[in-house]
């Protein structure tokens, strides 16, 4: 997608043509700033502080960790501390885990002088075929938005349009490129159908307002942030069409792991009957997991991300303030579970599931044992 007009990834090779670079997303919206990648423990330290996020890219940025460390150290050792370092950074997202045991299998029984060319080769394979299967999922998701505009009426957009809600970020700045729940959005914009987002700004760090209302500005969608709690309101009434929202982790059965406030969304979806889709590409299945209540990790992560917010000042620094009283007791829960029963829908690359595992199987037979 492209930022200021010039088209990006989220994640590329630099032109030394081993180091890798990224996009720094804590410095967004407010500095566009790229960084340079020279090693494993550099990496670690940019999943870990969220420099980059979103479950596919965490997965593709993994892979060029793995590739990185081979640069340094392709010994059995080495890649053994690659693996475990990288897989302590995050823990929901289950994209880390598929990357690392991919990466794994390939490098373990190759002789330790050709681990390293490997390992880039297949870093770049990962990260382009996350790129075609969000490309996928934007393809089979438009299809969707286009049917609930037909639905409509064909309204343009000063007639209200057709109107999406998303949650936290999971557009192209969570992938490698187009995004998973804003890829339909992005796909259906392209083609001239008029919708409009409604972002949750998706506290505490602020994903939808900081990423999601930037990356959407940069090519042009219409948006409107709200803060989480305005979700159940709109819908009341009949301001949402359709939500579409990405995920960490899916559990086999279709239990619906996502940014903590997601499932909030999908209760009041159910409650308003607005049609509730999960965009996903298949790497974000966990086909080990029935029960995601129960069985997904969920994250808990630092409490400055409750206690404080960064922001731009009107002298133009951009600084964190506090917003809770001195020593105040937080808890800072990352993700939350949507049971299946209140997902309409599983949009793939290879086509829309219903959320179960009998829908997903269909779709995925490989992996149906
Ligand atoms: O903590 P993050 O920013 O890595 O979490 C990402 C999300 O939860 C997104 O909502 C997204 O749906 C999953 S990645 C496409």
Redesign the pocket.
């Known amino acids: 997608m492209k930022v200021k007009g010039t088209p990006y990834r989220t994640i590329w090779l630099s032109e030394n043509a081993w180091a890798i670079e990224i996009i720094d997303q804590t410095k967004l919206p407010h500095d566009f700033v790229v960084i340079r990648l020279q090693n494993l423990s550099e990496v670690c330290t940019a999943i870990r502080d969220?420099w980059v996020?979103?479950?596919?890219l965490?997965g593709a940025t993994a892979a060029y960790g793995m590739a990185l460390a081979m640069h340094g150290d392709a010994s059995d050792a080495g890649l053994e501390n690659a693996y475990d370092r990288l897989y302590e950074t995050r823990p929901t997202?289950v994209n880390l885990r598929w990357a690392l045991d991919d990466l794994n299998s390939l490098l373990e029984p190759l002789p330790a002088d050709q681990r390293r060319n490997a390992a880039y080769k297949r870093a770049l394979e990962i990260a382009d075929a996350d790129v075609e299967m969000c490309s996928s999922i934007g393809d089979y998701g438009k299809e969707l938005i286009e049917a609930a505009w037909f639905k409509k009426g064909k309204p343009s957009l000063e007639q209200g349009g057709v109107n999406v809600l998303t949650?936290?970020?999971?557009g192209w700045l969570?992938?490698v490129d187009w995004g998973?729940?804003l890829a339909p959005i992005y796909k259906a914009h392209n083609v001239g159908i008029p919708v409009h987002v409604w972002v949750d700004e998706t506290r505490p760090r602020n994903?939808g307002a900081s990423l999601t209302a930037w990356e959407l500005g940069q090519h042009g969608v219409p948006n409107t942030i709200i803060v989480d709690n305005a979700g159940g309101h709109i819908m009341q009434h009949g301001m949402v069409d359709l939500c579409i929202?990405?995920?960490?982790r899916t559990a086999a059965s279709g239990d619906v792991c996502?940014?903590i406030g997601t499932y909030l969304k999908a209760l009041a979806a159910h409650d308003n009957d607005v049609p509730f889709y999960v965009g996903l590409p298949s790497p974000t299945i966990d086909w080990t997991i029935d029960d995601g209540v129960k069985d997904i990790p969920i994250e808990q992560r630092d409490t400055m991300e409750i206690t404080a917010m960064t922001g731009r000042a009107s002298n133009g620094e951009v600084m964190d303030v506090s917003i809770v009283p001195d020593g105040a007791k937080t808890a800072n829960y990352?993700?939350d579970v949507t049971p299946r029963r209140l997902v309409t829908g599983l949009i793939t690359e290879r086509g829309v599931s219903e959320a179960s595992r009998e829908g997903l199987s269909k779709l995925f037979p490989e992996f149906s044992n």
């Open positions: 969220m996020r979103g479950a596919p965490i997202a949650h936290c970020n999971a969570a992938t998973t729940a994903q929202v990405g995920t960490d996502n940014k990352a993700f």
